[in-house]
């Protein structure tokens, strides 16, 4: 049997605790979804927290003495647990028990290396190696592929599509890898080259210290971006639990992971020299609602405790509107028993079997006038009350009655709403015209000077102003009309809601009235067909009983047990709410983003950033999701601050030291983030060294670099800052940070494949 068929059961990687189910090929070669466990963090006192150090070693203790599990190759043998440096030796049984990934225990994730494989199937790939917790320069000329690395890397994170323009990167590259590393694991993401517009195929190993880039000919899928997530989730210590949105809320609920952290981590050439927004991909639709919704729970403000309250919270309220919807249809069918009630009990009047029918009977006065008629005999020879052609006459005449009845009521509303609307446009501008006369109140008639002279350029009026006096008594009447046309505002409302009474009185009576007629010239057909008085009466009769029956089936303690039912969800909504409005996730994250601002405010002065100096505070602003600077007498948030040195210079500061804060605190973030161009304010495309600055140019774009040196170097290798820009210093620390000089012929697609291509 070939191996490519034992390619089942659970993926060992070489040395590592971690364990991936591999499910076996399909026919097309390809490898199904490889579904990631994810355990719940540690509960210790209503807080997730990390596992404890003892605790972590105990359940590595117990994954590595994990027996029944076989490695058989065709090439290396029996020799588990001994692994194979073979990629493609992955026959395996099934090992017992499940893979563990330690959820809640947060580890810096780093990159190490990306590299682009051939469409060929060439095996030397073209690698960029990162140096993890430091400083990464990748510098060079203008169209070498630098901003090309930054959505290859979001690519291989699990994005569906890759947002590459069409040129050699798209024409050469097969196979896009990225190699990271989370705790003392590492994870190889691969990611084909889509062959449409997007693809969730994604190759995912998994393995220790060792695991390094494989060669071309061993790419291949086994993994769906879903998967890749999962995992990196997992391993992140993102707790698994689903975002619901606040009852009424317009958005769709999702659940969180590495595919929201990650928009903290990149930020393009687009996007940090923009005002108008602060993270990678914010203007994108719905993708700032989304930041919005997740940043509490990434800063630590929220958690799946709020969550879970707020998932229950909004599931109540749907249960309650649709309890709500079923007392709203039972109020309509007893609305509609009613007037078929009252329909019957006009045909037994017609008929002869009862004498009168109150106008507007309750349900339970025509049931019992129904029953009376039920279970009466009458004389077959007694002649009905009312002839049948008299009746029918009488309800049309009764229903051209209510018609015009309620024509007049309408008519009479909006004469009145007309007058509504003309009354609020006069009382507006009596005040209008009584605010401009009040400031005049404040002179005295000793500050009069002569009323025929402009007290401007002294010169005779033809026409005399008027004089204090007469603007103080002209003050005084507005004031009269406002008081007498604001006096009349209660008894409009009384009339209105009388006339909207009046009117849903008459539409009842409408309905009953057409019941009536449909009841009477339903019967009609029937009766035509009788010819003795008898009979009719026992038509009516049946019909009666066939009514009385039906609405007696339904539960009388229906409507009333809707309504209790809703009144307790209303009781746990409440309650709910309480726990919510308690949780107060609001205050939580505002202190939190309080917190990173003491280190944006020092920064931004350091790197004499506009308005910095002057600002008591510079800070992220949760709502705009934007760099506000706080002063004494107003906010400016950074729509209003110009110069695009200005804006890198706030996005700068705001995502050092939001990372300096998540790594700090240790939260479920990749602690990694790239920058891609923060110096093009000085270097626009025509320019490609640095002899074209002014002086103080060349100082902001060191001080820049020398900002993300030092912060570097206080979060002790924690860190890892990835720059892909143009400059080039010739300082001894900013040429240790340069990981590849795409200058001279180099750039990210090698000359090769360009002329092989």
Known sequence: MSARRWLAGWLIIRSSARVIPAPRRLANGLHPRVPAVRRPAQRVDGAFQRPRSDQTAQASQREQSWSGARRLHTRCGPRWPLACSDIACYRIRPARGPPLALQGSHLSMHLLALALYHRDGRQAPRTITFKPGALNILTGESETGKSAVLDIIEYCLGRQHISLPEGVITQTVGWYALLVQIGSTRLLLGRPRPAGASTNKAMLIIGDHTLELPAGDRMRANADTDALRAELSARLGIDDFRFEPPAGAERYAFNVSIAQAVYMCLQKQTEIANQQLLFHRQSEPGMAQMMKDT???????AGPEQAARQRQLAEATRALRRVQR???ESQRDNESANAALHGLARLAQEAGMVQGVPERASAAELSVLLREA????????APPVFGEDGMQERLAAERQALREQLHDLNEAGALLDSWQQESQAFTGELHTQLGRLTSLQLLSPEDAGAPEVCPLCNQALEEPDPDIEQLNDLTRRLQYELTDAEALQPSRTRHRQELNEQVADVRRRLQANASALQALQASNRRLREINDQHARQAHVQGRILQELQ???SQSADESGSL??????????????????????VRAETESRLSRIALDMTDWARELDLEHADEAEEVRISLSLLNVVLRTEI?????????SAKNWIGYHLVAHLALHTYLLKHQRPVPHFIMFDQPTQAFFPEEVHDVGAL?????EAVRSYFTLMRDVVNRNGQGLQIIVCDHVNLRDDWFRDAVIENWRQGKALIPTDWITEA
Do not use: C, H, K, N
């Open 374 to 381: 039920a279970d009466t005999v009458v004389d077959p020879s």
């Open 550 to 552: 039906r609405t007696t």
């Open 563 to 584: 309504r209790r039912q809703a009144a307790r969800m209303q009781e746990r909504i409440a309650e709910l709410q309480e726990l919510v409005d308690a949780d107060d």
């Open 326 to 328: 079923q007392i709203d």
């Open 634 to 642: 107003s906010r400016i948030p950074l729509t209003r601050i110009g």
């Open 295 to 301: 940043l509490p729970y990434f800063l630590g403000a």
């Open 694 to 698: 002014t002086d103080a140019d060349w």
